[in-house]
């Protein structure tokens, strides 16, 4: 069974940065995985944020394109997500989620919510 714990979540300014990380554990590496962020605001359904697939394939929603980017340290088993230019419609709650082991997926299955793993999350608040 694969654990995910999301840290890096916080109140900042409009076009702050921040960097969230996921560890994942009880699998021997994350190499083999293909992982994602997605967020919720209250009142609206989760959405995908950015996605990486196992080969290091990357999906961005429109809304964070050139702002977000996802990255993963396999060694680390510890997926990435740095935020620049935050904006307060990115203030919400992110969840990071990853495929079984193996699974062949592309990115944007991955960014379309196709994972079998989540994490608790961890709060964005974005003031403007």
């Known amino acids: 069974q694969v654990q995910l714990v999301e840290s890096g979540g916080d109140s900042v300014q409009a076009g702050g940065s921040l960097r969230l990380s996921c560890a994942a554990s009880g699998y021997k590496s994350t190499y083999s995985m293909s992982m994602g962020w997605f967020r919720q605001a209250p009142g609206k359904e989760r959405e995908g944020v950015a996605a990486?697939?196992?080969?290091?394939?990357?999906e961005y929603a429109d809304s964070v394109k050139g702002r977000f980017t996802i990255s993963r340290d396999n060694d680390k088993n510890t997926l990435y997500l740095q935020m620049n230019s935050l904006k307060p419609e990115d203030s919400a709650m992110y969840y990071c989620?990853?495929?079984?082991?193996?699974?062949?997926?592309?990115?944007?299955?991955?960014?379309?919510?196709?994972?079998?793993?989540w994490g608790q999350g961890t709060q964005v608040t974005v003031s403007s």
């Open positions: 990486i697939n196992r080969y290091g394939s990357t």
């Open positions: 989620a990853a495929s079984s082991p193996w699974r062949p997926l592309t990115a944007r299955q991955v960014l379309g919510g196709t994972v079998d793993y």
